[in-house]
């Protein structure tokens, strides 16, 4: 598991907040965005880096701009 101080971790918790919150599986959203259901699990982890475009296509899915997903508190 990373820290809690890795923003890749920070950004996938707040993604995977979201997501629950609006009650969207991981393979809805991956779906959505054209990607992989693994990879969305792999992002919510922060194991690998996100795209802008795929940042984008998550904020997009999740009707959420991308300056409320940066700077959401979670």
């Known amino acids: 598991m990373k820290r809690k101080s890795d923003p890749l971790f920070d950004l996938g ?3 995977k907040h979201i997501r ?3 009650r969207i599986t991981q393979q809805a959203l991956a779906e959505k965005c054209d990607i ?3 990879s969305i699990s792999r992002i919510e ?3 690998i ?3 802008y475009t795929t ?4 904020c997009d899915s999740l009707e959420i701009s991308l ?7 979670i």
């Open 13 to 15: 918790q707040r993604i």
């Open 20 to 22: 629950t919150s609006k």
């Open 36 to 38: 992989e259901t693994a």
């Open 45 to 47: 982890n922060g194991k």
């Open 49 to 51: 880096n996100l795209t």
């Open 55 to 58: 940042l984008y296509k998550i």
């Open 67 to 73: 300056a409320e997903m940066l700077l959401k508190n």
